[in-house]
């Protein structure tokens, strides 16, 4: 079947995002494209922090957003709780990140066969832009081992809190424990980290 | 001083994966099948990959079809074996070649900074090797029903081999690379040649793993017109996935949908057939899974060859 094209369209300004996820719901094409250009920056860019690579980040998008409109076609998408729906894009983006990082890494492991028999390729030209992404690609990685000095549950809190911008409120909601486990988790993540990863103040975890 | 993280970037090419969010239409295709978390799932995905077949890793198991196991040895399946056929037909020579061209690409290649496996540009000096002489070159089926394209590739005394699909462009011109390559080694001890098996898995956020995938070339002996792959979850053998020999040459795959939990165990088998049916040689137990507990990185792990 041909690829079909959505137009984007302008912000509504009366239209949050529980009126959107309402006709997501019952599988709204149009519903799906303002919320994916709601979100689908945070999501990208929240995958980016959990892979370190923007191009893995790009297909993370994809998974995710292709994972929630076969769940509106099937009718499967409940209620939402929150008042913006980007909490729950990120968790469902967090999985699909475990699928991709799978692939990636046995892409990886395969491509280490390879034998290298000719040394004499030279490396194409890179724009400045992408080279950037490279130095944000490495930066990222070594920011993520630092991270994986802490337990995941306390990474996680570290990735929808402090680096997406989510409230207590909605980490909570979207990972389904208490506000008083996501600041916990957080100060303990603070703790361990101070001096290596910039996580802000405690400001709100009293 | 504290590290800071990059600075966010816009995501590129909206359109064009908006476009193909809207376009999937094939549930069979899904990769997983977790619940949306509007209130709960508070666990990261659980991730479970099987990369490469190490030579330390491969037994020969006698198993029931194959006991006594030397080469020599025949044994006629028993009529109630359940199969299912993975072959599709041969590609068109055309296909043949181009698939060919492709794969022999990553003979001689090397890292490119900034590019990984899947968006690498379509060419660049110093990469690619001849092509001596293609073989298998065929289609197969696989879990969910799509079509792929295999080819084996004769160069310099090795053979390379691909599986998957031809690399296309996307419409804003990004190369789409979506095949596994490999190279074959004669150092496996299990006696099918070939390759070192791939095998993979789909996490779900209860901790559970599903939707296992194992497959491999397999160099044919004497004789042998079949190649047969099982996997046997948590004691149960599934059905044996079937393939001809072309060229010399299998390439075989093999699935289940079971779920395993923690502590599960699987293998996966393969066998050889004549012409009359008769096994040939041992059942080859190539690959043993448990499932293990949650690694520290907080993805569940498959543990291989226990």
Redesign the interface.
């Given at each position: 079947?041909g690829?079909?094209?959505?137009e984007?369209r302008p912000r509504y300004a009366v239209s949050d995002d529980r009126d959107l996820w309402e006709r997501l719901r019952v599988a709204d094409?149009d519903a799906?494209?303002d919320l994916?250009?709601r979100h689908?920056?945070a999501?990208?860019?929240f995958a980016?922090?959990r892979t370190s690579?923007?191009?893995?980040a790009?297909d993370v998008?994809?998974?995710t957003?292709?994972?929630?409109?076969?769940?509106a076609r099937?009718g499967?998408?409940?209620?939402?709780?929150l008042d913006t729906a980007r909490p729950?894009l990120l968790?469902?983006a967090?999985?699909?990140?475990?699928?991709v990082?799978?692939?990636?890494?046995?892409?990886?492991?395969?491509?280490?066969?390879?034998?290298?028999?000719?040394?004499?390729?030279?490396?194409?030209d890179?724009s400045a832009d992408?080279?950037a992404?490279?130095?944000?690609e490495r930066?990222?990685s070594?920011?993520r081992r630092?991270l994986?000095r802490i337990?995941?549950?306390q990474?996680?809190v570290v990735e929808l809190v402090v680096?997406s911008e989510c409230s207590i409120a909605e980490a909570a909601?979207?990972?389904?424990?208490p506000e008083g486990t996501v600041k916990s988790r957080l100060a303990r993540a603070r703790t361990r980290l101070a001096?290596?990863?910039?996580l802000g103040t405690t400001e709100g975890l009293e | 001083m504290t590290r800071q993280i990059p600075a966010e970037r816009p995501l590129p090419h909206k359109t064009v994966i908006l476009d193909r969010v809207l376009a999937d239409t094939d549930e069979k295709r899904g990769r997983k099948t977790w619940l949306l978390p509007v209130v709960a799932a508070a666990s990261i995905a659980v991730v479970a990959t099987g990369a490469l077949t190490v030579p330390s890793m491969l037994k020969s198991d006698p198993g029931p079809a194959g006991k006594g196991g030397s080469s020599a040895t025949t044994t006629t399946p028993k009529p109630a074996d359940n199969t299912v056929s993975v072959d599709r037909g041969s590609l068109t020579e055309a296909q043949a070649k181009a698939f060919a061209t492709e794969c022999i690409k990553w003979v001689g290649s090397h890292d490119i900074p900034g590019q990984t496996f899947e968006t690498a540009p379509l060419d660049w000096p110093g990469m690619g090797a001849k092509i001596g002489k293609i073989r298998h070159a065929t289609k197969v089926t696989d879990s969910d029903r799509s079509t792929d394209w295999t080819v084996a590739v004769d160069s310099g005394g090795r053979t390379y081999a691909c599986d998957g699909t031809i690399t296309t462009k996307d419409p804003d011109g990004r190369v789409r690379r979506n095949y596994t390559f490999t190279t074959f080694s004669r150092k496996y001890p299990d006696g099918l040649g070939g390759s070192g098996d791939t095998a993979g898995s789909i996490g779900k956020p209860d901790g559970t793993l599903t939707g296992f995938s194992s497959s491999r070339w397999v160099t044919a002996g004497p004789g042998v017109t079949t190649v047969q792959r099982r996997m046997v979850m948590k004691g149960k053998p599934g059905p044996w996935f079937t393939t001809d020999v072309v060229d010399g040459l299998a390439y075989i795959r093999s699935w289940s949908s079971v779920t395993l939990r923690l502590g599960d165990k699987a293998r996966v088998e393969t066998r050889r057939l004549d012409k009359d049916g008769n096994v040939v040689g041992p059942v080859v137990t190539d690959r043993r899974i448990v499932v293990k507990g949650r690694s520290g990185d907080g993805y569940t792990a498959l543990d291989f060859d226990k």
């Open positions: 079947m690829v079909r094209r959505v984007a094409e799906l494209a994916f250009h689908s920056d999501v990208y860019n980016f922090r690579s923007w191009a893995s790009e998008v994809q998974a957003f292709v994972a929630l409109w076969r769940r099937a499967k998408v409940d209620r939402l709780t729950l968790v469902m967090g999985y699909e990140a475990g699928n990082l799978r692939a990636s890494r046995r892409q990886a492991a395969l491509t280490d066969r390879i034998e290298l028999i000719d040394h004499t390729g030279t490396v194409p890179h992408a080279a992404r490279v130095d944000d930066s990222m070594q920011t630092l994986d337990p995941a549950k990474r996680e680096w909601r979207a990972l389904g424990v001096g290596l990863l910039d | -």
